[in-house]
T-cell receptor, first 114, second 112 residues
């Protein structure tokens, strides 16, 4: 369970705040992912990084800005969020961005936008 | 549109009884299929996957899943449920372009 860590675990922020979510993987993987999990909805894949290059951006609003400085770290920078952005944000990694590899997930950051 | 369906929001089963959590998909080509489990306040954990070969796949904690190409289904099964199996289960499908599709999840309740 310590293969992928996320901080903070809980975050409450106002609509005008700027904050960042951090993800770190200790598995030597080359691909990392950000997901949004809302109740009773399918997991929404937000961003995919492969070898530190963003390879997928699924129509995510610009108020979410990802950053991948190296293969072990992934950030999600947040600014001027909306209440509907409140959700559990999950980070995941996989050995490579290849369909056959399973993903390893962190525990998530529970975000509340007030 | 490509999608994954988990038709049951919740499945209730008594401990010791067999369980089935259903998943059907509408994804073109020869997709790869996965099951993940999420315990409260935790991230998703990989259970099993189908890539190719035998249609019956065995995974962690005694779970198995059967791939049925004609019915485009990948139902999760376990012969004898445990109370500790109570959790949220997600089916995921990856197409030939490495595009991921997750279902909305099924909450499994196993009662003593």
């Amino acid at each position: 369970e310590t293969g992928v860590t996320q901080t903070p675990r809980h975050l409450v922020m106002g609509m005008t705040n700027k904050k960042s979510l951090k993800c770190e993987q200790h598995l030597g993987h080359n691909a990392m992912y950000w997901y949004k999990q809302s109740a009773k909805k399918p997991l929404e894949l937000m961003f995919v990084y492969s070898l530190e290059e963003r390879v997928e951006n699924n129509s995510v609003p610009s108020r979410f800005s990802p950053e991948c400085p190296n293969s072990s770290h992934l950030f999600l920078h947040l600014h001027t969020l909306q209440p509907e952005d409140s959700a559990l944000y999950l980070c995941a990694s996989s050995q490579a961005r290849t369909a056959s590899y399973e993903q390893y997930f962190g525990p998530g950051t529970r975000l509340t936008v007030t | 549109a490509q999608s994954v369906a988990q038709p049951e929001d919740q499945v209730n089963v008594a401990e010791g009884n067999p369980l089935t959590v259903k998943c059907t998909y509408s994804v073109s080509g020869n997709p790869y299929l996965f099951w993940y489990v999420q315990y409260p306040n935790r991230g998703l954990q990989f259970l099993l996957k189908y890539i190719t070969g035998d249609n019956l796949v065995k995974g962690s904690y005694g779970f198995e899943a059967e791939f049925n190409k004609s019915q485009t289904s990948f139902h999760l099964k376990k012969p004898s449920a445990l109370v500790s199996d109570s959790a949220l289960y997600f089916c995921a499908v990856v197409d030939n372009f490495n595009k991921f599709y997750f279902g909305s999840g099924t909450k499994l309740n196993v009662k003593p």
